[in-house]
Protein backbone atom coordinates (compact mmCIF):
# COMPACT_ATOMS: atom_id res chain seq x y z
CA UNK A 1 0.00 0.00 0.00
CA UNK A 2 2.87 2.51 1.28
CA UNK A 3 4.69 1.50 -2.06
CA UNK A 4 1.81 2.55 -4.13
CA UNK A 5 1.29 5.97 -2.97
CA UNK A 6 4.87 6.40 -3.02
CA UNK A 7 4.64 5.29 -7.03
CA UNK A 8 1.47 7.48 -7.71
CA UNK A 9 2.88 10.26 -6.25
CA UNK A 10 6.14 10.46 -7.32
CA UNK A 11 5.11 9.74 -10.82
CA UNK A 12 2.20 12.18 -10.50
CA UNK A 13 4.59 14.55 -8.68
CA UNK A 14 7.61 14.54 -11.43
CA UNK A 15 4.60 14.91 -14.23
CA UNK A 16 3.68 18.08 -12.53
CA UNK A 17 6.56 19.69 -12.02
CA UNK A 18 8.20 18.89 -15.17
CA UNK A 19 4.95 20.19 -17.30
CA UNK A 20 4.29 23.91 -14.91
CA UNK A 21 7.89 24.59 -14.40
CA UNK A 22 8.60 25.03 -17.96
CA UNK A 23 11.68 24.36 -19.11
CA UNK A 24 11.76 21.31 -21.47
CA UNK A 25 14.78 19.93 -23.13
CA UNK A 26 16.79 20.97 -26.41
CA UNK A 27 16.58 24.87 -25.48
CA UNK A 28 19.14 27.14 -26.95
CA UNK A 29 19.70 29.72 -24.13
CA UNK A 30 21.57 33.25 -25.51
CA UNK A 31 22.18 35.55 -22.46
CA UNK A 32 18.84 35.63 -20.42
CA UNK A 33 16.81 34.56 -23.55
CA UNK A 34 15.81 30.65 -24.24
CA UNK A 35 14.07 29.47 -27.39
CA UNK A 36 13.00 25.63 -28.12
CA UNK A 37 13.60 25.66 -31.99
CA UNK A 38 12.66 21.62 -31.82
CA UNK A 39 9.34 22.58 -30.19
CA UNK A 40 8.27 23.89 -34.22
CA UNK A 41 9.36 20.72 -35.83
CA UNK A 42 7.76 17.38 -35.74
CA UNK A 43 10.66 15.92 -33.33
CA UNK A 44 9.21 18.50 -30.58
CA UNK A 45 9.85 15.85 -27.21
CA UNK A 46 6.84 14.44 -25.53
CA UNK A 47 7.38 16.64 -22.38
CA UNK A 48 6.87 19.79 -24.69
CA UNK A 49 4.12 18.24 -26.44
CA UNK A 50 2.12 17.92 -22.99
CA UNK A 51 3.16 21.06 -21.69
CA UNK A 52 1.37 22.06 -25.08
CA UNK A 53 -1.57 20.23 -24.93
CA UNK A 54 -1.98 21.84 -20.95
CA UNK A 55 -1.39 25.18 -21.83
CA UNK A 56 -3.21 25.07 -25.36
CA UNK A 57 -1.09 27.14 -26.96
CA UNK A 58 0.63 26.12 -30.46
CA UNK A 59 4.46 26.59 -30.97
CA UNK A 60 5.65 28.59 -33.73
CA UNK A 61 6.29 26.15 -36.83
CA UNK A 62 10.31 26.02 -37.81
CA UNK A 63 9.46 27.69 -41.34
CA UNK A 64 7.88 30.66 -39.83
CA UNK A 65 10.24 31.17 -37.56
CA UNK A 66 11.72 30.79 -33.47
CA UNK A 67 11.01 32.44 -30.55
CA UNK A 68 12.76 32.99 -27.57
CA UNK A 69 11.49 33.69 -23.98
CA UNK A 70 13.18 35.82 -21.34
CA UNK A 71 11.63 34.84 -18.06
CA UNK A 72 14.99 36.71 -16.03
CA UNK A 73 17.33 39.63 -16.68
CA UNK A 74 21.23 39.05 -17.69
CA UNK A 75 21.69 38.40 -13.87
CA UNK A 76 19.70 35.79 -13.59
CA UNK A 77 16.93 37.98 -11.73
CA UNK A 78 12.70 37.28 -12.35
CA UNK A 79 12.02 40.21 -14.27
CA UNK A 80 9.88 42.52 -12.07
CA UNK A 81 7.18 44.87 -13.72
CA UNK A 82 7.75 47.72 -11.06
CA UNK A 83 11.41 48.04 -12.06
CA UNK A 84 12.83 49.42 -15.78
CA UNK A 85 14.46 46.78 -17.41
CA UNK A 86 16.95 48.33 -20.45
CA UNK A 87 16.82 45.81 -23.99
CA UNK A 88 19.62 46.69 -25.39
CA UNK A 89 21.69 46.09 -28.79
CA UNK A 90 20.34 43.53 -31.77
CA UNK A 91 18.72 40.54 -32.70
CA UNK A 92 20.03 37.83 -34.81
CA UNK A 93 19.40 37.82 -38.28
CA UNK A 94 15.46 37.64 -39.18
CA UNK A 95 13.22 38.98 -41.98
CA UNK A 96 11.05 40.60 -38.84
CA UNK A 97 11.11 40.01 -35.19
CA UNK A 98 8.36 41.09 -32.69
CA UNK A 99 8.71 41.55 -29.19
CA UNK A 100 5.69 40.92 -26.68
CA UNK A 101 5.16 41.33 -23.17
CA UNK A 102 2.87 38.86 -21.37
CA UNK A 103 2.46 37.61 -17.97
CA UNK A 104 3.29 34.04 -16.68
CA UNK A 105 0.54 32.56 -18.21
CA UNK A 106 1.12 34.01 -21.36
CA UNK A 107 -1.69 36.81 -21.43
CA UNK A 108 -1.10 40.24 -22.67
CA UNK A 109 -0.85 42.86 -20.36
CA UNK A 110 -3.45 46.06 -19.99
CA UNK A 111 -1.67 49.42 -19.23
CA UNK A 112 -3.07 52.99 -20.55
CA UNK A 113 -0.51 53.04 -23.42
CA UNK A 114 -2.26 50.32 -24.87
CA UNK A 115 0.78 48.60 -26.19
CA UNK A 116 2.18 45.11 -25.44
CA UNK A 117 5.24 44.82 -27.83
CA UNK A 118 6.94 46.28 -31.30
CA UNK A 119 8.12 44.86 -34.35
CA UNK A 120 11.18 45.40 -35.75
CA UNK A 121 9.47 48.07 -38.15
CA UNK A 122 8.18 50.19 -35.70
CA UNK A 123 11.40 50.42 -33.35
CA UNK A 124 13.04 53.54 -33.06
CA UNK A 125 16.77 52.53 -33.60
CA UNK A 126 20.28 54.13 -32.84
CA UNK A 127 22.41 55.05 -35.53
CA UNK A 128 24.30 51.87 -35.98
CA UNK A 129 20.51 49.91 -36.44
CA UNK A 130 20.98 48.53 -32.64
CA UNK A 131 18.44 49.47 -30.12
CA UNK A 132 17.19 50.30 -26.64
CA UNK A 133 13.75 49.29 -25.37
CA UNK A 134 12.80 50.51 -21.87
CA UNK A 135 10.62 48.16 -20.09
CA UNK A 136 8.53 49.89 -17.18
CA UNK A 137 5.86 50.96 -15.07
CA UNK A 138 6.44 54.63 -15.95
CA UNK A 139 6.24 56.85 -19.50
CA UNK A 140 9.32 57.07 -21.15
CA UNK A 141 10.83 58.91 -23.99
CA UNK A 142 11.65 56.66 -27.21
CA UNK A 143 10.65 52.64 -27.33
CA UNK A 144 8.95 52.21 -23.95
CA UNK A 145 6.98 49.03 -23.79
CA UNK A 146 4.82 49.23 -20.42
CA UNK A 147 4.54 46.36 -17.89
CA UNK A 148 1.57 47.80 -16.20
CA UNK A 149 2.96 47.23 -13.18
CA UNK A 150 2.84 43.66 -12.86
CA UNK A 151 4.83 41.92 -10.25
CA UNK A 152 6.21 39.08 -12.68
CA UNK A 153 6.35 39.11 -16.64
CA UNK A 154 7.53 37.60 -19.71
CA UNK A 155 9.35 38.88 -22.77
CA UNK A 156 9.11 37.12 -25.91
CA UNK A 157 11.40 37.87 -28.69
CA UNK A 158 9.88 36.00 -31.98
CA UNK A 159 12.34 36.03 -35.32
CA UNK A 160 10.25 35.60 -39.05
CA UNK A 161 11.86 33.52 -41.71
CA UNK A 162 15.46 33.53 -39.77
CA UNK A 163 17.94 31.07 -40.22
CA UNK A 164 18.78 30.63 -36.52
CA UNK A 165 16.19 27.73 -35.95
CA UNK A 166 18.16 25.82 -38.18
CA UNK A 167 21.12 26.31 -37.15
CA UNK A 168 20.20 26.11 -33.33
CA UNK A 169 23.93 24.11 -32.46
CA UNK A 170 25.24 28.13 -33.46
CA UNK A 171 22.36 29.57 -31.03
CA UNK A 172 25.05 30.72 -28.70
CA UNK A 173 27.25 33.36 -31.41
CA UNK A 174 23.78 34.80 -32.57
CA UNK A 175 23.57 37.98 -30.97
CA UNK A 176 20.37 38.98 -28.63
CA UNK A 177 19.67 41.93 -26.27
CA UNK A 178 20.89 42.45 -23.32
CA UNK A 179 18.32 42.52 -20.47
CA UNK A 180 19.41 45.04 -17.71
CA UNK A 181 17.75 45.97 -14.69
CA UNK A 182 17.59 49.61 -13.71
CA UNK A 183 15.99 51.66 -11.10
CA UNK A 184 12.94 49.99 -9.40
CA UNK A 185 9.54 52.20 -8.22
CA UNK B 1 15.46 -3.41 6.42
CA UNK B 2 16.13 -4.93 2.92
CA UNK B 3 12.62 -5.60 2.08
CA UNK B 4 11.51 -2.47 3.05
CA UNK B 5 14.05 -0.55 1.28
CA UNK B 6 13.24 -2.73 -1.94
CA UNK B 7 9.58 -1.93 -1.12
CA UNK B 8 10.77 1.60 -1.47
CA UNK B 9 12.90 1.18 -4.61
CA UNK B 10 10.02 -0.69 -6.42
CA UNK B 11 8.22 1.92 -5.01
CA UNK B 12 9.82 4.58 -6.93
CA UNK B 13 10.58 2.27 -10.12
CA UNK B 14 6.61 2.60 -10.74
CA UNK B 15 6.60 6.11 -10.15
CA UNK B 16 8.93 7.16 -12.87
CA UNK B 17 6.32 4.57 -15.43
CA UNK B 18 3.42 6.25 -14.24
CA UNK B 19 5.28 9.75 -14.84
CA UNK B 20 6.58 8.20 -18.55
CA UNK B 21 2.60 7.11 -19.01
CA UNK B 22 1.04 10.63 -17.98
CA UNK B 23 3.47 12.70 -20.21
CA UNK B 24 2.69 10.64 -23.01
CA UNK B 25 -0.58 10.33 -22.36
CA UNK B 26 -1.59 13.91 -21.58
CA UNK B 27 -1.78 15.43 -24.90
CA UNK B 28 -4.63 12.78 -25.86
CA UNK B 29 -6.69 13.40 -22.62
CA UNK B 30 -6.26 17.22 -22.94
CA UNK B 31 -9.47 18.77 -23.72
CA UNK B 32 -8.76 22.65 -23.71
CA UNK B 33 -5.54 22.24 -26.28
CA UNK B 34 -5.38 24.62 -29.42
CA UNK B 35 -7.40 22.11 -31.30
CA UNK B 36 -10.03 21.97 -28.61
CA UNK B 37 -10.52 25.99 -28.62
CA UNK B 38 -10.30 26.12 -32.01
CA UNK B 39 -12.65 23.89 -33.05
CA UNK B 40 -15.33 25.40 -30.93
CA UNK B 41 -14.84 28.52 -33.07
CA UNK B 42 -14.05 27.34 -36.28
CA UNK B 43 -16.07 24.90 -39.15
CA UNK B 44 -14.40 21.76 -40.68
CA UNK B 45 -12.83 22.74 -43.94
CA UNK B 46 -13.01 26.77 -44.24
CA UNK B 47 -11.47 29.53 -43.16
CA UNK B 48 -12.09 31.46 -39.88
CA UNK B 49 -10.51 34.34 -39.18
CA UNK B 50 -9.46 34.24 -35.49
CA UNK B 51 -10.15 37.51 -33.21
CA UNK B 52 -6.81 38.65 -31.64
CA UNK B 53 -5.31 38.81 -28.48
CA UNK B 54 -5.93 41.41 -25.69
CA UNK B 55 -5.08 41.46 -22.31
CA UNK B 56 -9.01 40.83 -21.10
CA UNK B 57 -9.60 37.74 -23.76
CA UNK B 58 -7.41 35.43 -25.88
CA UNK B 59 -8.31 32.31 -27.46
CA UNK B 60 -4.78 30.80 -26.65
CA UNK B 61 -1.90 31.72 -24.59
CA UNK B 62 0.96 33.81 -25.93
CA UNK B 63 0.02 34.46 -29.32
CA UNK B 64 1.56 37.32 -31.21
CA UNK B 65 -0.66 40.32 -31.20
CA UNK B 66 1.64 42.01 -34.40
CA UNK B 67 -0.33 39.30 -36.62
CA UNK B 68 -3.72 39.16 -38.13
CA UNK B 69 -4.50 35.16 -37.75
CA UNK B 70 -7.02 32.77 -40.04
CA UNK B 71 -7.54 29.12 -39.12
CA UNK B 72 -8.46 26.41 -41.36
CA UNK B 73 -9.54 23.46 -39.14
CA UNK B 74 -9.27 20.62 -41.95
CA UNK B 75 -10.63 16.57 -42.19
CA UNK B 76 -9.07 14.83 -44.92
CA UNK B 77 -11.30 11.82 -44.38
CA UNK B 78 -13.75 13.04 -47.66
CA UNK B 79 -10.70 13.43 -49.40
CA UNK B 80 -7.76 15.94 -50.25
CA UNK B 81 -8.16 19.71 -49.65
CA UNK B 82 -7.08 22.80 -51.75
CA UNK B 83 -5.75 25.50 -49.89
CA UNK B 84 -4.54 29.23 -50.95
CA UNK B 85 -3.74 32.83 -49.58
CA UNK B 86 -2.50 35.70 -51.53
CA UNK B 87 0.21 36.93 -49.79
CA UNK B 88 0.33 40.38 -47.93
CA UNK B 89 2.59 43.59 -48.46
CA UNK B 90 4.74 42.77 -45.67
CA UNK B 91 4.88 38.73 -43.86
CA UNK B 92 2.63 36.02 -44.37
CA UNK B 93 3.31 32.40 -42.69
CA UNK B 94 1.34 28.96 -43.29
CA UNK B 95 1.68 26.56 -40.48
CA UNK B 96 0.35 23.12 -40.23
CA UNK B 97 -0.53 21.23 -36.91
CA UNK B 98 -1.91 17.57 -36.44
CA UNK B 99 -4.74 16.81 -34.09
CA UNK B 100 -2.37 17.11 -31.44
CA UNK B 101 -1.17 20.31 -32.43
CA UNK B 102 2.24 19.49 -33.54
CA UNK B 103 3.46 21.68 -36.43
CA UNK B 104 4.99 19.51 -38.47
CA UNK B 105 5.22 21.60 -41.77
CA UNK B 106 5.41 25.44 -42.28
CA UNK B 107 6.23 28.04 -45.27
CA UNK B 108 6.02 31.43 -45.65
CA UNK B 109 5.63 33.98 -48.55
CA UNK B 110 9.22 34.08 -49.96
CA UNK B 111 9.62 30.17 -49.56
CA UNK B 112 6.79 30.08 -51.79
CA UNK B 113 8.08 32.59 -53.84
CA UNK B 114 4.47 33.59 -55.34
CA UNK B 115 1.95 36.21 -55.12
CA UNK B 116 -0.52 33.40 -53.80
CA UNK B 117 0.64 30.60 -51.16
CA UNK B 118 -0.94 27.62 -52.89
CA UNK B 119 -1.12 24.22 -51.84
CA UNK B 120 -2.51 20.60 -51.98
CA UNK B 121 -3.23 18.80 -48.38
CA UNK B 122 -4.08 15.36 -48.21
CA UNK B 123 -2.77 12.27 -46.11
CA UNK B 124 -0.31 9.52 -46.65
CA UNK B 125 -2.66 7.14 -48.37
CA UNK B 126 -4.44 9.63 -50.49
CA UNK B 127 -0.88 10.91 -52.21
CA UNK B 128 0.09 7.05 -52.23
CA UNK B 129 -3.08 7.11 -54.56
CA UNK B 130 -2.83 9.82 -56.80
CA UNK B 131 -2.40 8.87 -60.52
CA UNK B 132 0.95 8.65 -61.51
CA UNK B 133 1.12 10.64 -64.40
CA UNK B 134 -1.16 12.91 -62.23
CA UNK B 135 2.16 12.95 -59.89
CA UNK B 136 4.07 14.18 -63.06
CA UNK B 137 1.83 17.19 -64.18
CA UNK B 138 1.87 18.10 -59.85
CA UNK B 139 5.38 18.66 -60.60
CA UNK B 140 4.96 22.56 -60.00
CA UNK B 141 2.52 22.29 -56.84
CA UNK B 142 3.30 21.74 -53.52
CA UNK B 143 1.65 18.78 -52.07
CA UNK B 144 1.44 18.81 -48.44
CA UNK B 145 1.04 15.61 -46.58
CA UNK B 146 -0.48 15.39 -43.05
CA UNK B 147 0.64 12.73 -40.61
CA UNK B 148 -3.00 13.02 -39.20
CA UNK B 149 -6.76 13.52 -40.80
CA UNK B 150 -7.46 16.07 -38.50
CA UNK B 151 -5.69 19.11 -38.10
CA UNK B 152 -5.25 23.15 -38.50
CA UNK B 153 -3.91 25.72 -40.62
CA UNK B 154 -3.17 28.16 -39.11
CA UNK B 155 -2.69 31.89 -41.88
CA UNK B 156 -0.92 34.28 -40.09
CA UNK B 157 -0.04 37.52 -41.59
CA UNK B 158 2.17 40.32 -39.99
CA UNK B 159 1.04 43.88 -39.60
CA UNK B 160 4.09 45.86 -38.89
CA UNK B 161 2.47 48.79 -38.05
CA UNK B 162 -1.06 49.35 -36.74
CA UNK B 163 -2.16 51.08 -39.83
CA UNK B 164 -1.72 48.07 -41.72
CA UNK B 165 -4.33 45.94 -40.18
CA UNK B 166 -7.15 46.72 -42.95
CA UNK B 167 -5.15 45.36 -45.86
CA UNK B 168 -3.61 42.46 -44.21
CA UNK B 169 -6.87 41.45 -42.95
CA UNK B 170 -8.04 42.10 -46.87
CA UNK B 171 -5.33 39.67 -48.20
CA UNK B 172 -6.44 37.13 -45.28
CA UNK B 173 -9.93 36.93 -45.87
CA UNK B 174 -9.41 35.93 -49.95
CA UNK B 175 -7.74 32.39 -48.06
CA UNK B 176 -8.98 29.00 -49.29
CA UNK B 177 -9.55 26.02 -47.95
CA UNK B 178 -11.93 23.11 -49.37
CA UNK B 179 -12.37 19.88 -50.36
CA UNK B 180 -10.84 19.09 -54.10
Redesign the interface.
Known amino acids: M???????????G??WI??TRGSAYGGVTIGAWTGWPK????G?D??A??M??????????????V?FYARTDDAGQPLDGRCDVLLSGTTPQA??W?I?L?DP??????NSAQR??F????IVRNGDGSFDIMVGPRVRPGNWLPTGGVDKYVL?L?L??TPIGMASRTGSEAPMPSVTKRACL | MIRLAL??L??????????L????V??R??T???Y??VSAMAPVNSVTPLPG????K?L???????FQVSVCRYDLSRGPLKFSVPISQ??T?V???TR?????????D??AGRRVIELDLMTGAQRAALPENEEITAADRLIVTS?TTAG?I?I?A?A??AGWVPTVRTALAAAQCRPQ
Do not use: C, K
Open positions: LGLAIAAMAGLATSLNGTPIPYRAVARTGELPVGSGDGARFTTYEGRLVAQGTSQEVRYD | WVGAFLLGGIVHATVLLPMAQDAARPTPEAMPFMDPAAYSSFYSDVPYYAINRAPLMRLPE
